[in-house]
């Protein structure tokens, strides 16, 4: 049975200088986490108020799902409507009338912001507000922004739970913790990890979030929440705001980072290591034993990673502690100390660390270590592969599911293909 490692926030990267970057950016925009946000929220429609830039990079990074029933669509603000010659919102009562007459399967309903609806200061919280009013019971209407203007693609889920935790009902529990579990997972993740709390002995536990917006989870001053993906900061104080409290923990990445994540689940509802550890054992070692072949692939490569979906540190440390991995430099777009505070306590100490991007200095970065793998998003890995860089798409790390123990395998397959694709080209 393996040990559990105690997490000490004094050691590794806890206290490492950190590079500051304020210059050109090379990001998507929040509105990409309408493609797995609307997988997630089977009865949730995103309505996007943006351009027909915004309607085209959603119809393309949804790739096959239009030709199924879409749950997300674009209301295009015209030149009329920038112009200020139409009444954007009257305009938007009638799309959202239609959109509701049309599909009465849709009970939530998200009024998604954009670029251009923030430049002309459209209300999208008031035409929420009123539209909820208007179809309530049957329909609760929200809105958040997935504005590209100073954010990154990963904060549009980040917005959109944040949105939802003030309509979270509130727990009559007043003794008991409960657990609730934050981040849009993949279902086979959560039904995995549903298992484990279950084997574990946990009864009270819900994730957020819920497949459908008719079971969403009740919370309150009992609730202890656990977050399942490193870029939910808004969330959390929503949350914290709400009286719920933050467990601290690594995120479940790889085989220690999943065990870490469900001890300190455990530890929050009362649980000792031994009960947690006997429960996980086996799920531990059959991901202890799928990194295995990956390590021998992997140990001493170098990699680099370019700023995009805040999941680069919890990345970093799996690549570097369960597969021998050097680590060049480990670029986020922001860096979040304290939801952080466990991963960068588990970094190799001496790591180059960097938040916020000036991309032609960082790739020159890049350029002069050379590199055996780079992770970036889609603007840069053309580039870096034409130059003869190996590339993996970040964006592919947050579409495929990752977490837990089941997935430690294939989340270290996300990095040899690359490079055993390469050299397969080289020979
Ligand atoms: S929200 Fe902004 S960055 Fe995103 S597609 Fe629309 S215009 Fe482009």
Redesign the pocket.
């Known amino acids: 049975m393996s040990a559990v490692i105690p997490i000490q926030l004094d050691q590794g990267c806890s206290d490492a200088p950190v590079l500051l970057e304020r210059g050109q950016r090379e990001v998507f ?1 929040g ?1 990409t986490g309408i493609i797995w946000l609307h997988r997630k929220m089977q009865d949730a429609f995103f309505l996007v108020v ?2 027909r ?2 309607a085209h ?1 959603i119809q393309s990074a949804a790739g096959v799902m239009i030709f199924a029933e879409p749950r997300f669509a674009t209301a295009i603000l015209d030149e009329r409507d920038l112009a200020g010659l139409a009444d954007a919102q009257d305009e938007l009562d009638r799309v959202v009338q239609r959109l509701l007459e049309r599909r009465p399967d849709i009970r939530l309903l998200f009024l998604v912001g ?3 609806s923030e430049v002309i200061k459209l209300d999208l919280s008031r035409a929420a507000g009123r539209l909820s009013e208007r179809f309530m019971p049957q329909v609760r209407v929200l809105n958040y922004s ?4 100073e954010t990154t693609f990963t904060q549009g889920e980040d917005a959109c739970l944040a949105a939802l935790v003030p309509v979270l009902p509130v727990s009559m529990q007043q003794h008991e913790p409960e657990l609730l579990i934050v981040g849009a997972l993949a279902d086979v993740v959560e039904d995995q990890f549903a298992r484990l709390f279950t084997a574990m002995g946990i009864q009270r536990f819900a994730f957020f979030p819920s497949r459908r917006s008719t079971a969403l989870p009740a919370i309150g001053p009992q609730t202890r929440f656990l977050l399942a993906q490193p870029f939910l900061a808004d969330s959390a104080r929503a949350l914290e705001d709400r009286g719920a409290r933050r467990v601290p923990a690594p995120f479940p990445l790889g085989a220690e980072g999943s065990a870490a994540w469900m001890q300190a689940a455990g530890a929050a509802m009362g649980l000792s290591a031994e009960r947690v550890e006997q429960a996980i054992a086996p799920a531990r070692q059959r991901a202890e034993l799928a990194l295995a072949a990956h390590r021998a692939l992997l140990a001493g490569k170098h990699v680099f990673f370019f700023p995009d979906s805040q999941l680069e540190v919890p990345l970093a440390r799996f690549l570097a502690r369960e597969l021998g991995m050097q680590l060049s430099e480990v670029g986020t777009p922001y860096l979040h100390r304290q939801h952080l505070a466990e991963e960068l306590a588990w970094l190799p100490a001496g790591t180059a660390l960097s938040e916020g991007q000036d991309v032609e200095k960082q790739l020159d970065r890049c350029r002069a270590l050379r590199p055996d793998i780079v992770v970036c998003g889609l603007g840069l890995a053309n580039p870096l592969e034409s130059e003869g860089f190996t590339t993996k798409w970040s964006i592919e790390l947050v579409f495929t599911p990752i977490q837990g123990f089941e997935q430690a395998g294939d989340l270290a397959g996300l990095f040899t293909r690359p490079l055993t694709r390469r050299q397969l080209l080289a020979a």
């Open positions: 925009c509105l943006g351009s830039t915004c990079l954009s670029c251009p997935g504005s590209g203007i």
